[in-house]
């Protein structure tokens, strides 16, 4: 479903004035909603607005990179707190765990040896790996949030060496085919936009060269279109669980490490930059390579997301985050979110069942349960507080069921029974509920 037009107007118009004000050559934005192209949108002419049209996407290449260590430990081919060495023997800074390089709380310098990596003819994995030494290591892990380029070429490395297969190869048929993003590539193919360097004085253009990254091209080689990209951030917003478990896309989510300890308003994942703006926090990642910069967020609730690119390595008074968050925020802000779809009555819950639901109480406190059937699962709800999020349960055993959300997420809820064999009392995590508010607690 499309934007509302006062919403695509709205959008339209900051792209525009980012452009203008900004001084870049191009500026294209696409909002996705529930899986679909909801709006797309560009300013300039070098070149004419396209979603089809190729930028090179940078470091939004890393949170590929992340799902695919994060695939391989679904598979249990690697545990995230294993150490570098385990993969990489003999390198001098092995003692770092994968989850320090994803999350870049590793300690690790930002760069690789040598020029400049991002304008320079990249190297193969072994003069990469040659290039390491202890002093690439600037402090302790965990001592603090550092980005690190190296890390990500690192977690490339491991990849390689655990599978047998090169990252480019590994990212697309894991993860780029199976979501059609077939404009996704390592190397760019016609039509792609030209990338810049804006002169700051007099506005002219020097057209940047575009290097093969090759060991380091798991931190930021890829390239992609609007329409093509947009898929990637339907799939974080609403994760196929054939790809990867929505349960571990949300465990990429979580904060590995808080950045601005003042205002929390930045912190890292699994591969993926945190971003809270008010109330709402917004998940995806930046990118930038000499003449391009990238931008990808997604708001999770309401499975919306925005990815603008830009062919100038910098814009004027502004910035492509900045961009990327304030289109996000002018949608959610007109058009919060979908209609939720419409109540059906469901069938009676199983005889087993329905002995568990109803009126629950523990100290003093009135909770109701109820059945899921279309996820088979109980959920429980604290009648005092309607915001408060429901505690779900699946069911493990006879008479066990485990939590699945909220402040009861992994804890056992086990029923207990009288010598009839009657529901008589649940327990859960210890705390016992009852049927009345003076029962047992």
Not at 67 to 78: F, H, I, M, P, S
Not at 86 to 91: E, I, K, R, T
Not at 93 to 106: E, P
Not at 340 to 345: E, F, Y
Request: charged share 20%.
């Amino acid at each position: 479903m499309p934007l509302l037009p006062e919403t695509g107007r709205q959008v339209d118009e900051i792209v525009a004035r980012v452009q203008a004000r900004g001084r870049v050559p191009s500026v294209v934005a696409a909002v996705v909603r529930d899986g679909v192209l909801a709006h797309f949108t560009g300013a300039g002419d070098l070149p004419e607005p396209d979603p089809d049209m190729q930028y090179r996407i940078g470091s939004i290449s890393k949170t590929l990179t992340a799902a695919l260590v994060l695939q391989l430990r679904d598979e249990g081919k690697l545990a995230l707190d294993d150490r570098l060495d385990q993969y990489l023997p003999g390198v001098p800074v092995g003692k770092v765990t994968l989850r320090h390089l994803l999350g870049h709380v590793s300690g690790m310098q930002r760069e690789p040896d040598g020029d400049w990596w991002e304008r320079s003819p990249g190297s193969d994995l072994a003069t990469f790996l040659a290039g390491l030494t202890p002093g690439k290591l600037a402090y302790p892990p965990y001592r603090g949030f550092h980005y690190s380029n190296l890390a990500y070429g690192l977690l490339g490395a491991v990849l390689q060496r655990l599978t047998g297969t090169e990252w480019a190869s590994l990212v697309t048929e894991r993860l780029l085919k199976p979501l059609g993003m077939t404009r996704t590539t390592y190397h760019p193919t016609e039509p792609f936009a030209r990338g810049y360097v804006v002169h700051p004085w007099h506005g002219t253009l020097r057209e940047e060269p575009r290097h093969d990254a090759r060991a380091m091209a798991p931190a930021g080689q890829l390239w992609s279109t609007a329409a093509d990209l947009v898929k990637w951030a339907a799939f974080l917003a609403d994760p196929d669980p054939d790809l990867l478990a929505p349960a571990t896309v949300a465990e990429m989510c979580a904060p590995v490490v808080m950045s601005d300890l003042e205002a929390w308003t930045y912190g890292y994942g699994l591969g993926l930059e945190l971003f809270r703006v008010g109330e709402r926090v917004f998940a995806g990642h930046g990118g930038s390579m000499p003449g391009y910069l990238a931008h990808l967020t997604v708001h999770r609730p309401s499975r919306t997301g925005v990815v603008v690119f830009a062919n100038a390595y910098g814009i004027r008074d502004a910035s492509i985050n900045g961009l990327s968050l304030e289109i996000l925020g002018a949608v959610l802000d007109r058009e919060p979110g979908r209609p939720a779809p419409a109540w059906r009555p469901s069938a009676a819950p199983p005889a087993e069942i329905a002995p568990l639901c109803g009126r629950w109480w523990w100290m003093g406190r009135e909770y109701e349960m109820a059945w899921d059937a279309e996820r088979s699962e109980l959920v429980m709800s604290y009648l005092g507080r309607a915001e408060r999020e429901s505690w779900r349960f699946t069911a493990e055993g006879t008479d066990t069921w485990r939590g699945r959300s909220g402040t009861n997420d992994g804890e056992l809820l086990v029923v207990r029974r009288d010598a009839a064999g009657a529901v008589e009392a649940l327990d859960i995590a210890t705390f016992i509920f009852s049927r009345t508010p003076d029962g047992p607690q």
